[in-house]
């Protein structure tokens, strides 16, 4: 059996900062998923650094998908209404993305939040209440 790798604390304990303690760690980790043939798994674990320093730096991660792409005006619109559910500090970090399957409204994605206000799913939700009551 190989012998796994326990991993404790950083290389480095005198880190200078939180960004560069991360990157001592995500270091060691790429190292133990190296050692434990699971590098297949490296961009998951990119991804999850990129969630915990965005949040170190106080930006919420936002997405938002529309049926078609928002102009500027509409943008504006969309920032404006997000930043209300923001907390002193924190910055908005915006995604917009397009998806006509939707066919209208809109999928926003804020925090750990979601709200699916699309016409796809209203459509969805109505045949399926149809169909129980035939």
Known sequence: MKNKRKITRPLYPMCCCVAHWCVCVVYERQGALAENNRLAKASS???????????????????????????????????????????????????????????????????????????ASKINKYTQLIKQAV
Do not use: Q
């Not at 991804?47 to 991660?61: L, N, W, Y």
């Not at 500027?72 to 920032?79: D, F, H, I, L, T």
């Open 45 to 119: 674990v990119v991804s999850s650094f990129e969630t915990i320093m965005a949040a170190e730096r106080g930006e919420v991660v936002c997405e938002v998908t529309t049926a078609k792409p928002l102009d500027a005006a509409g943008r504006k619109e969309v920032e404006t209404a997000l930043g209300a559910f923001l907390k002193k500090g924190e910055t908005l970090n915006l995604t917009l993305k397009v998806d006509a399957a939707i066919i209208g409204g809109m999928l926003v994605s804020i925090g750990d939040k979601y709200v699916d206000m699309s016409i």
